[in-house]
């Protein structure tokens, strides 16, 4: 998926998997250390900040086993980890903006390799345009693949930043900026173990003694300073392709799993568990509380997953919720708690215009391209999409209250929803009945297809597979409502279907998206051309989501914009919001500490104070 950093969102999925049933049970352990978590995703990468990996249980993983200068609590307030360093405003005129990160003295690795400024370089490397067309690893910017296959590039943080020096004493970093901008905080420099991406880009495979990591820390240093393309790119190629990994057992190569964060991976199991242990080098956030394992569980069905949370086979249940499976949580009783809560992660569709950046293959399917007939083909899609009986059939089981989300901004509820979705042209696929928004459909197709009441202009659509029930059950709706339009949609499930998300052989797709965090670009950064990856290029909204990720706006102005962008993307019919996900979480009464937040990870935000 081709967002940049700053967009802070994460893919909330749901894929398939083998459940052994039985084969894990820590959940009744006596010495009550080990937490069971369930989640209906499997594991993919150890390195979610790729375009093809950015996915929730990836990132809930990475969460857990690195931790830099801050993270967001329940209430949504940006907290400062001091335990980890510190950051400090040093210039703030109209010629500069500097900050200053300093990383606390004693933070160690879990290898025991000390934590210094040289492991925030890499976050430059990662995010700035420049230091890759410089290093001599191409330009995020171009139709062309860069070295790094990163989600950090294109966004403030490359348009604003001028340089990042390192101190003397490699204990902190300066990042001086053209100007101040509201979300700063946000696009800090996050610590990587450097010497073990150098020491794996020489070929090593087990890890180091104190003196060879700190050999490795400085050529490191040596090749990010004397821009060593050749070095970089053998860097480049460990960072992009090595964590890329489904298994991870004795003959792993023990470099890929150093981190920082209060928990390590020490087993994978493909497509059942990630079992991660308590960190013994940990000092780099708060102190834990009684928890020494933590394991993810993969269980599709929803209501399966209940079941295992009655049987005391899990201990938290944060799985797609359904209609039968929050019935089966409330009958479980006082040995369990259920509770509601927000959450920012929302059901959306989205259709092709074109090739992502940096995909060779064209797309030339019905949606693509700015001509007239595209935009109209587009427009009936959506106008035949079922987003009321989705949320009528599906959704109101579980959350009676639930209605269908009109704003890819804001959420039902949100001050500002009612005044944007009356701004922002959202009556164009709210007008009538859904069976009259059909029979427009029907007509508009048949402006360039006027056989399509018998034979439907043939579509393909990516969602998912058939083990998570919501989807499919979304998925069957979708196709007999998009039929009555004038489109035949092949709704065919794709195994790992996060990997194909940018695939020019899908017309259109419907997932989720999760908020980590909260910008003054909200949720637009996605739609710029060079993060697209449904190839979607409109330079006034490449032109309004810079400004802003980067300008210094009134709450009135930021409005305006939202307003105007949400206006372009109905206009050209490129995405629409379907539902707010039914926030539900259920754990183990005896679990303490649980405090579920807005935003990603939600529930796990806090891991540290949990106990039993």
Known sequence: MRINRGAKIALAVAATAALVVGALSPAQAATRSTVVIVDSNTFTSLNPSQPDHNLVLNSNVAYLSGIGFNYYNSSVDLVRNTTFGSYKVIANNSKEFKVKYTVAKGRK???????????????????????????GLGDPASDTLQAFDSLGYNGAYNDLIRDVSIAVDRMSVVLTYSKFFPDWELYGPGPSPVHTLVAMALGEKKLGTYAHNVALKNKFLSAYQSKDTAMLKKIAKVWSEDYDITSVDSKTNPLLLVGNGAYLISSIVKDQTVTMKLNPNYNSGPATSGIETVVFKTIPDPTAAAQALANKEVDVYEAIATADSVAALNKIGSAVNVDGYAVSTYEHVEVRTGAAQGDTEEYKGVFAGKSQKARDLRTAFLLAYPRQEIIDKIVKPVNAKAVVMNSLQYFPGETNYKKMIGDSGAAKFTAGTQDSRTAAALALVK????????????????????????????????????????????????ASWSKFITDVKYDAQFYAWAKTAVTQSGNFGSYKSTESHTGYDNAKVDEIVSSLETDVLTAAQVYDKYVELENILIDDAVSLPIFQWPGVIAYNSALKGMDPAPLSPTFLWNVWDWHF
């Open 447 to 494: 402006k360039y297809y006027p056989d399509a009441a018998k034979e439907g202009v043939k579509i393909k659509m990516l969602w998912g597979q058939p083990s998570n029930t919501r989807r499919a059950a979304e998925a069957a709706l979708v196709k007999a409502e998009l039929a009555k339009g004038g489109f035949d949609a092949d709704m065919t499930p794709t």
């Open 109 to 135: 690795w879990s290898d025991g390799t000390p934590i210094t400024g040289v492991d925030l370089l890499l976050s430059n490397v990662l995010s700035s345009n420049e230091y890759s067309k410089a290093a």
